[in-house]
Structure formats: structure tokens, C-alpha cells
């Protein structure tokens, strides 16, 4: 090493040396606090920092129950008052039952006893009749309002000299007559007609009687125009063929004549002479039931006032007897309501309107299945009959005419 490069070296030597020598005891307490500082700094960072402890959060089931509460509670309280509700009628129910089982045990038991009628037909058939009687048995306190048995549970003839036979009522005349003299007899009864065939069963029950009665022939309610029958028709309006027929084989024959008989060894149907054939025969009118008010027709009770009324006030009449205004379905009722009062220039109003002449709606939702309008006028569609005449006609519905009433039989009111 040369002298230059030794002298260098001990002059950074001795510096080096000096500097540590001139740094005094305070600024090493200085450093020393510093060197401390960070080090607290750091283990203070490191610690886990202390906070106050938090309120304790609701359980989750909790906090979904109240907050659908607070969503739904209209339909929580409604959903309530229903299961009340529903409580309530249970228990309704409950006693309801339990009174009327014990009401059921402690009453009077009634009984029915029935009693026979017998009424002949003839010198060598009879017709039984048999009618229930309401017998009770115990005791009791409060008499029970009298209440008739339903329509169709009674099959009455309340014209004198009808019989019941194969629930119709039938009235034998033996006096052979034509039959254009036979059907005026008919119709005097206003309701009764020759008879009318409908069906097979009806055809053998005549077949029977007419041989009850010793009768080989007899007179039909039936007349032929040509002879295809689609030409026949039943009297007053009762129907056609199209249903059911029973000609013997060579009859339907207009040369023989236009109206019909009956021929019990056949059991079938001839042609004959309205003017000239005379034949024994009988009439016929459909069962009926009592009323206690009014005319009994068909099991329908017609209740009739002489009370000038407009339509509407006609309708409120009626409702307040538990009817309706009139409906008529036959040529046979339609006689039956014109028959009420003796005074052709009268009216009384029908239960129907008609929006045009061959239509008539009814009031009490019952069939169009007949129409007898013969005067119509397109701006007035109320419509009234014509007594005894039994024409219809519109009208307007505030004008004034008489009114007949109609409920079926056995309602109490």
C-alpha cells in the first residue's frame, strides 16, 4: 500500500470516529425515545382495539314475524273475524240440531189413514177413489194451520157426473149421437172434450173401458182433412199426430169421412161420417185439485176481481194473494179465464208481454206454447183477453181492465 492510499484510509477512519465521538448524550436520548415510540406505536397497532359492546340484535324469526304483521295485518284481522264467524255458526248449528232432535222426540206422531169412495161409472164398472185422512195421535196444545197435500197428490173431479178413470175424469154418455152433436156436448163443460190419444198406454186404457162398459165403438176428439195425417188435429186445439197413431189398415180414408172413432176389437182407429155415423161416446176433462180460493182448473186456482187496475197495479195485486197474473197455455184454459165474468165488453189483463204478435213472453217464466192473439198493435205490447169472446189484444200498459190471478193449488197464503 503507498503512503497516499494509507493516509486516506486513517483520515476516514479517524472521521468516521469523530462523528460517533461528536454526537452527544442528548441527541442519543433523542433517537433512543424516538426508536420507543415507534415501537409502542406498533404494538399498540397489533392489539386487538376494545369497543363497548353492541345491544344484542332480535332473533330472525321474530323479526319476520313482526314485519308481516305490520305488511298484512288488514288480512290478519279479517282472517280473524272470519274464524269467528265460522266459530259462531258451529256453534248455531250445534244447538239448532240438538232442539229439533229433542222437538222431534216429544211431538205428536200423525198418522194416515185412508178412506175409500166408491163411485159407479156404470151399471157394470166402478171407480175407487181413495183419499188420505190425517189422523193424530196424542195430545197436543197448538192446533197445526190446515196445509193441502201438493197438486200432484190430488187427482180430483170436482164436475158433477165425471168420474175418475186412469187419472182423467171421464163422463159416459150412452145415447149414440154424431159426432158433431157429441162435441157440443163436450162443450158445454167448457174443460171436457172427446177423448184424445196420446200414446200406447192411453189407447189400451180407453181399449179397457170401452170394454168395462160394453162399448164397441165410440167417437175420438180427432177429424182428418186428407188422408195423410199430417192432415189430423186433435179438438180445440190439443195437439196433432206426430207423436203417436194407431189408423187400421184401409181407414184414414176422407171417403169414409173426416172424423174419427175408435174400435174396441182393433183397439185401432176408423174413419166415419161426422153428420151421418151416430155412435155412443164419452168426455173427458183433465184431474184437478181443491182451492180455497178462487176456480180450480188443471191443479191451478184462478182468482179473479173486478177492479179496474193498469198493468203494473194488476201484478201487485197478484203478488199480494202469492199469485201471478195470468198465464194460459190451452184452448181449454184460455175458456176457462174468458168464462170468469158474464160481460163481453170487459178485459182483464194477461200476465205476458208481447214484442210482436206471435210471440208472448209470460211473466212466470212458463212455456209459449200458446197464442191467441187475433189484434195486435206494434207500439203497445201488454196484452188482455176479452171475456167470454177469450180474443187477445194489446194494449198499452197504463190503461184499465179487470185482472185474474193464478198460483197452483195447495199454496197457503
Known amino acids: 500500500m503507498t503512503q497516499e492510499g494509507v493516509l486516506t484510509s486513517e483520515t476516514s477512519d479517524s472521521q468516521f470516529y469523530i462523528s460517533q465521538e461528536d454526537t452527544g448524550p442528548d441527541e442519543f436520548r433523542e433517537d433512543e425515545s424516538a426508536r420507543f415510540n415507534r415501537s409502542s406505536i406498533s404494538i399498540e397497532t397489533d392489539s386487538p382495539e376494545l369497543s363497548e359492546p353492541s345491544e344484542p340484535s332480535k332473533t330472525p324469526f321474530l323479526d319476520a314475524t313482526v314485519n308481516f304483521v305490520l305488511d298484512y295485518w288488514k288480512f290478519v284481522l279479517i282472517g280473524l273475524l272470519i274464524g269467528l264467524l265460522l266459530l259462531g255458526l258451529l256453534v248455531f248449528l250445534i244447538v239448532f240440531f240438538t232442539s229439533r232432535k229433542s222437538t222431534e222426540v216429544t211431538s205428536n206422531s200423525t198418522t194416515t189413514v185412508p178412506t175409500v169412495t166408491t163411485v159407479p161409472t156404470s151399471s157394470t164398472s166402478t171407480v175407487t177413489t181413495v183419499r188420505p185422512v190425517s189422523t193424530t195421535v196424542g195430545t197436543t196444545n197448538t192446533p197445526k194451520p190446515h196445509v193441502y197435500p201438493p197438486a200432484d197428490h190430488q187427482n180430483l173431479c170436482l164436475t158433477e ?6 187419472n182423467k175424469c171421464i163422463l159416459l154418455v150412452d145415447t149414440p149421437d154424431i159426432h158433431t152433436n157429441a162435441s157440443l156436448t163436450c162443450d158445454s163443460y167448457t174443460t171436457a172434450s172427446l177423448p184424445v190419444i196420446k200414446n200406447a198406454q192411453e189407447n189400451n186404457d180407453l181399449a179397457d173401458y170401452m170394454a168395462a162398459n160394453n162399448l164397441k165403438k165410440m167417437w175420438l176428439g180427432l177429424q182428418c182433412d186428407g188422408n195423410d195425417e199430417s192432415s189430423c188435429q186433435w179438438d180445440y186445439k190439443q195437439g196433432d199426430l206426430t207423436g203417436y197413431s194407431n189408423f187400421a189398415d184401409g181407414h184414414l180414408n176422407v171417403i169414409f169421412g173426416k172424423c174419427v172413432f175408435y174400435l174396441l176389437d182393433l183397439k185401432q182407429w176408423g174413419s166415419g161420417d161426422c153428420e151421418v155415423d151416430s155412435l155412443r161416446y164419452v168426455c173427458e ?10 176456480t180450480s182448473y188443471n191443479h191451478y186456482c184462478y182468482i179473479s176481481d173486478q177492479l179496474d187496475t193498469t198493468y203494473s197495479q194488476a201484478i201487485q195485486q197478484c203478488k199480494d194473494l202469492c199469485a201471478s197474473l195470468v198465464s194460459i197455455h190451452s184452448e181449454f184454459e184460455n175458456r176457462v179465464v174468458a168464462s170468469f165474468f158474464g160481460v163481453t165488453r170487459h178485459t182483464g189483463w194477461l200476465g205476458g208481454l208481447a214484442p210482436a204478435a206471435d210471440m208472448v213472453m209470460w211473466n212466470d217464466g212458463s212455456p209459449r206454447d200458446y197464442n191467441n192473439i187475433v189484434l195486435y198493435d206494434k207500439n203497445t ?3 188482455y183477453i176479452r ?17 185474474v190471478c193464478k198460483r197452483k193449488a195447495g199454496v197457503n197464503c
Open 161 to 166: 157426473g165425471f168420474s175418475l178413470v186412469n
Open 285 to 294: 176433462m183433465p184431474t184437478t185439485s181443491e182451492c180455497t180460493i178462487g
Open 381 to 383: 205490447i201488454c196484452i
Open 387 to 403: 171475456f167470454i169472446i177469450g180474443d187477445w189484444y194489446s194494449e198499452a200498459c197504463n190503461a184499465s181492465a179487470w185482472y
